[in-house]
């Protein structure tokens, strides 16, 4: 179990962050190298009822904003993307944030609905067989529907999957996030990986189902880790990385299921205590229809047969005021590691 840091409560009024990312890309090689799209790519994140978000500033211009086949949108900053032999390009971006605590559905199973009360449009857009949710494989299907046949509610069957993932998988932390049938197969996975195996599980029952990445923020958050063979180092500062599934579950909605952050003995208990009401998880980014695992795959391969060493760095922390001066935490326990490279998040493909 990763991370259990549980800020107490804060009350009604909206927290205030700063969130700083720094990049630094070296050539340590002895001949050009051309930087990506994709390397210079960072997100804008989104804003929700609860959370907003603003890029305060960049030190390097950006050009242009697109939007991914899911909808994110993002900035690509305007460096010098050639880099000669021993040559360095950086930039540092600004955000503030807004956040405030949801409040939590009481989940009572006596008010759970059947799939009949899930909108048409929905299953349509969020049930899809993806390179990421490979629902229509019948290794998913069947499994899906064994668990849950008794089930008479999406409430049920969802608790049921949860269930069934908590008692079959152990938290492992991965480089880069791992296909379902791998998951499946090793009966281990860390946020990520664990979030995409239930939503492949949904899936296959037309139950819409999504990856949502965000930040996770905590000032006893402090960590530097190296990967990709060295070629990525991660440094963090009050903030990690973490990814939950969020599942359609009439008649509330969309729901957030986290399965790594909550400390939870069963699956409506853990539906019922997921971390995202609070306020210092922040959503980023949403997966449904794009090449996640994929197209990291594909870029962390890229990176490690060239000769570009990337810095990634990123700090957050609470900006205190006057009527609110002092913020408690409860540290539940630590786990083993952050919850998701950053790398993966930042140099997974994007598409104007």
Same mark, same amino acid.
Request: hydrophobic fraction near 35%; charged fraction near 20%; proline fraction near 5%.
């Given at each position: ?5 549980? +800020? ?42 609860? *959370? ?17 086949? &899911? ?10 993307? @050639? ?16 956040? $405030? ?47 849950? %046949? ?12 949860? &269930? ?14 791992? !296909? +379902?049938?791998?998951? @499946? ?7 990520? &990986? ?23 923020? *905590? +000032? $006893? ?5 190296? %990967?990709?063979?060295?070629? @990525?180092?991660?440094? $963090? ?10 599942? !359609? ?7 957030? /299921? ?15 205590? $997921? ?8 959503? /980023? ?21 060239? %000769?570009?060493? /990337?810095?990634?760095? &990123?700090?957050? *922390? ?10 408690? !935490? ?23």
């Amino acid at each position: 179990m990763l991370s259990l840091l549980t +800020p107490i409560t804060q009350g009604e009024e909206p927290t205030q962050y700063v969130y700083t990312l720094s990049y630094i890309f070296e050539n340590r090689g002895t001949t050009d190298v051309q930087l990506t799209q994709e390397d210079v790519s960072i997100p804008l994140f989104m804003n929700t009822t609860w *959370h907003t978000s603003k890029l305060e500033e960049i030190d390097q211009e950006y050009r242009v904003r697109f939007i991914d086949s &899911d909808g994110n949108q993002g900035a690509i900053v305007g460096i010098n993307r @050639l880099l000669l032999p021993g040559q360095e390009e950086s930039f540092t971006a600004k955000y503030t944030i807004s956040s $405030a605590e949801q409040e939590v559905p009481g989940f009572e199973l006596d008010m759970a609905q059947g799939i009949e009360m899930i909108p048409e449009n929905l299953i349509d857009e969020y049930t899809l067989s993806t390179e990421t949710f490979p629902s229509e494989d019948p290794i998913f299907s069947e499994l899906a529907s064994e668990i849950v %046949s008794d089930e008479e509610t999406v409430l049920e069957s969802v608790t049921s999957l949860v &269930d069934y993932i908590m008692d079959n998988t152990t938290y492992c932390s991965f480089e880069v996030p791992q !296909y +379902p049938s791998k998951t @499946l197969e090793d009966q281990l996975g860390d946020c990520d &990986d664990q979030s995409i195996l239930l939503i492949t599980l949904c899936r296959s029952l037309d139950i819409p189902a999504y990856l949502q990445v965000g930040i996770y923020i *905590h +000032p $006893a958050i402090e960590e530097e880790d190296t %990967s990709w063979e060295g070629h @990525l180092i991660n440094e $963090a500062d009050g903030v990690g990385w973490h990814g939950w599934a969020m599942i !359609y579950i009439p008649p509330w909605g969309w729901v957030p /299921v986290d399965l790594t952050l909550a400390d939870s003995d069963n699956g409506l208990e853990l539906i019922r205590n $997921a971390p995202e009401y609070g306020d210092n998880i922040i959503p /980023v980014l949403n997966v449904s229809t794009q090449s996640y695992i994929g197209e990291t795959l594909a870029t962390r391969e890229r990176i490690i047969n060239s %000769s570009i060493y /990337v810095t990634v760095s &990123d700090e957050a *922390h609470q900006v205190y005021s006057a009527d609110n001066p002092f913020q408690n !935490y409860l540290l539940l326990g630590l786990g083993a590691t952050l919850l998701i490279a950053i790398g993966l998040m930042f140099f997974a493909g994007r598409r104007e």
